[in-house]
């Protein structure tokens, strides 16, 4: 099986009563998720994460720690998917869709409906309590 990293970013609005979410096109249905996608070749975890968000959202973002890690297994893509879910902070830029065949929609999302699409079950103690593990990129050793 094929090994491929996603990263997502947590972002909270200003009252952090919501959640950016997207809204993915499917093969059979849509479906919310946080913003992110897939690691390229060569890129950092970071980098991944801070690309994917302005590609999927517009929007320019800080990340700084990890708020869960996840895994997956997907039998008919032949792949072996990590999810690396990081908290961020919304830095600049404005709110538009990149790539409409891809996304349908990016809405601030309610914490209590976005929790059941996250994965992450104590997503709203996250920002409160600054909780997180240390990422760090060693470079090219």
Do not use: C
Request: glycine content about 10%; hydrophobic content about 40%.
């Amino acid at each position: 099986m094929k090994r491929v990293d996603v990263a997502y970013v947590l972002l909270y609005d200003e009252q952090e009563s919501k959640v950016l979410m997207v809204k993915n096109k499917g093969e059979q249905s849509s479906y919310y998720t946080l913003p992110g996608g897939a690691v390229e070749p060569g890129e950092t975890l970071v980098e991944g994460a801070i690309r994917e968000v302005k590609e999927e959202t517009g929007l320019e973002v800080e990340v700084n720690g990890i708020v869960g890690i996840h895994e997956a297994f997907f039998k008919a893509r032949g792949h072996h998917a990590v999810f690396f879910h990081f908290r961020g902070k919304w830095i600049g830029g404005e709110i538009e869709i990149s790539y409409p065949d891809e996304i349908e929609e990016v809405v601030w999302m309610d914490l209590e409906l976005a929790q059941r699409y996250i994965g992450i079950p104590e997503t709203k103690d996250l920002l409160k309590k600054n909780t997180s593990i240390s990422y760090i990129n060693k470079g090219i050793i």
